[in-house]
């Protein structure tokens, strides 16, 4: 037995949010990626073509997941929800989110083509984010490539970027906890303020600890945290685009988180109309 091989994904994107695979596809995917487990983690949405928290699909046993941004004050943070049921309250929090993500995408549509003078040909709706814009202004005309996109026009900083509403800290965790199997902090040292938002998952069930930075972080940082806390330690790609299983957890280091998550229910069936349309 290969104690190394990660058996279980538990961040990934699909295109209703800023992912290029379908929920099909990601299923897919990770069963040629020889995972057993994988989460879908869309920003602020849950995703319409999961009907229960885990399902199996192509052999594969698919959480269903969030990832929703909070403000905490300090800084934004990214929240993972695991394993997540629909409630009232969340679903009126994420239908709210969504209409603001239109609003927003139109808006920054509109300041990149006036600026350009190109048209994207892209129609803002619900879970339109800014790697959908750079990636249209890549195929555009304009002379820029994706990640140029970003650092010249719609980046944070960038003249062509406009802010989004979030949900507040507590509120986001109220919301999710109530929701969802456990509640954890993604990529910790994402963030500007490391210290701070480490503070933030020590209230939380889990610490993101795998993940593909593409830089060296304090791993045991993140492990002292969970030790003192006792939070579970999760991980995971981040998978926007078709490659999974770049970070994620061993079968001794998932086999605490998988006592959480429900079995999986329902049957296998293939995309939905909304699911292929993004």
Known sequence: MDTDRIVADLHAHTTISDGTMTAAELAATAADAGLDWVAVT??????????????EREGVRVVRGI???VDAGFERLDLLGYAVEHTAALDAEIERLQADRQRRGAAILDAVEERLGVDLGVDPRPGLGRPHVARAIEESEAPYDYAGAFDAL????????????VTELDRGVELLRDAC????????FRYDDVAAALDVARDLDAVERFYPYGRPVDDARVERVAAEHDLLLTGGSDAHERTLAEAGLTADAFEPVRARLPAPTGRETGSSPIDEQG
């Not at 719609?154 to 509403?165: K, L, Q, S």
């Open 154 to 165: 719609i980046g944070n900083d960038g003249p062509c970027y406009v802010a989004r509403d």
């Open 67 to 69: 990832e929703l941004r």
């Open 181 to 188: 199997a456990f509640v954890g902090l993604a990529h910790p």
């Open 42 to 55: 869309d920003h602020d949405r849950i995703h319409p073509d999961l009907d229960a928290p885990v399902v």
